[in-house]
């Protein structure tokens, strides 16, 4: 099953955003679930995620009080707050969902969809 995220466009440095991530057909309840970027040039990188069993999240230090994962079973959707934006945050943002606990390997990762782009101008 593929992740679709969306929510991506272009914003100023300092401004918000919100990225959803949704499977159709299937739900989050006991997956872990990520939020990963790739800038152009660079690896994909774990951003942010979110543990099935408990709803403990975590975050990369480049991104932490800054960003904030959660979802929302109901709507079979997660989320990406994000807020304070920088330049640096420009990337492809990809969700993707693995069993079992968080890890930040973007290897332990299934579910890669389209990816939604974000762009944040100086």
């Known amino acids: 099953v593929q992740l679709q995220a969306s929510g991506g466009g272009l914003v100023q440095t300092g401004g918000s955003l919100r990225l959803s991530c949704a499977a159709s057909?299937?739900?989050?309840?006991?997956?872990?679930t990520g939020w990963f970027r790739q800038a152009p040039g660079k690896e994909r990188e774990f951003a942010a995620a979110?543990?099935?069993?408990?709803?403990?999240?975590y975050y990369a230090d480049s991104v932490k009080g800054r960003f904030t994962i959660s979802r929302d079973n109901a709507k079979n959707t997660v989320y990406l707050q994000m807020d304070s934006l920088k330049p640096e945050d420009t990337a492809v943002y990809y969700c993707?969902?693995?069993?079992?606990?968080?890890?930040?390997?973007?290897?332990?990762?299934?579910?890669w969809g389209q990816g939604t782009l974000v762009t944040v101008s100086s």
């Open positions: 979110i543990n099935w069993s408990d709803d403990s999240t």
């Open positions: 057909g299937r739900t989050f309840g006991t997956y872990t």
């Open positions: 993707a969902r693995k069993r079992g606990g968080v890890v930040r390997r973007t290897a332990e990762y299934t579910g």
